[in-house]
Every structure is written in structure tokens, then in C-alpha cells.
């Protein structure tokens, strides 16, 4: 079975950075392919980066550009979001994905929820100004 677990959440002020990691196990695929998502109250679930291999090609969403960074490392097998100058309207659970199929990471199809077959619970991030 598939897990994906979230961790780095936290509480932080306006221009603050944060840095999120993502470790998941029994996720075999030959080429991982995994993302970030977020959902903040009230709105739908978005994309926010996406990243195959060990960082061989990556996507960010306009919001992320110029802020975050994401990587993976797949022999930690982990994924990572480095978010920087963090804004209020950044406050929402972030949720790490991952693909059964590679080529998720190399489209369009990196944007939509519905791409992705496994899930985290998520760990909460709120931005106060």
C-alpha cells in the first residue's frame, strides 16, 4: 500500500519561509512523479508544483513562481517544497501526490487532481499578515 506522508506545516507570518517534505513508501514507480497541492477553506484543490525523478523536470503553478522551489529526492524518497515570502492568501492544507503514470510530469495533465492516484493527509499551513 501506497502512503504519503506530509510534515513541515506550521503557523508563520507574512514574508516568512517555510519548507515542506513529503515521504512516502511503497511508491515503486519507475520514474515518480508527485506534487504539491493545496486547499485552502471554502475553495477547491490547486496545484501548486510538480516534480519528476529527482528533479529531471518540474512544473510550478504562476502563484509558486519566483517563491517556491520544489525537489525530490528519490532515494530519500521524499519530496520537498521550499516556500519563500509567504503571503496570507498562501494559508491552506498542502497535499503531496503521486502519479502511477510518468507521464503526469511531462503535460499538462501535472495541473489537475484527478492525474494523481495517491494522496497524503496533508499538513496545515497558515500565514498571518
Known amino acids: 500500500q501506497v502512503r504519503l506522508v506530509e510534515s513541515g506545516g506550521d503557523s508563520v507570518q507574512a514574508g516568512d519561509s517555510l519548507t515542506l517534505s513529503c515521504t512516502h513508501s511503497n511508491y515503486l514507480a519507475i520514474r515518480p512523479c508527485m506534487a504539491w497541492f493545496r486547499q485552502a477553506a471554502g475553495k477547491e484543490r490547486e496545484a501548486i508544483a510538480a516534480a519528476q525523478d529527482s528533479g529531471s523536470t518540474t512544473f510550478l503553478a504562476d502563484s509558486a513562481k519566483g517563491r517556491f522551489t520544489i525537489s525530490q529526492d528519490s532515494d530519500k524518497k521524499t519530496l520537498t517544497l521550499r516556500m519563500t515570502s509567504l503571503k496570507p492568501e498562501d494559508t491552506a492544507m498542502y497535499y503531496c501526490?503521486?502519479?502511477?503514470?510518468?507521464?503526469?510530469?511531462?503535460?499538462?495533465?501535472?495541473?489537475?487532481?484527478?492525474?494523481?492516484?495517491?494522496w497524503g493527509r496533508g499538513t496545515q499551513v497558515t500565514v498571518s499578515s
Open positions: 501526490a503521486a502519479a502511477n503514470n510518468p507521464l503526469v510530469c511531462v503535460s499538462d495533465a501535472w495541473f489537475y487532481a484527478a492525474s494523481y492516484n495517491y
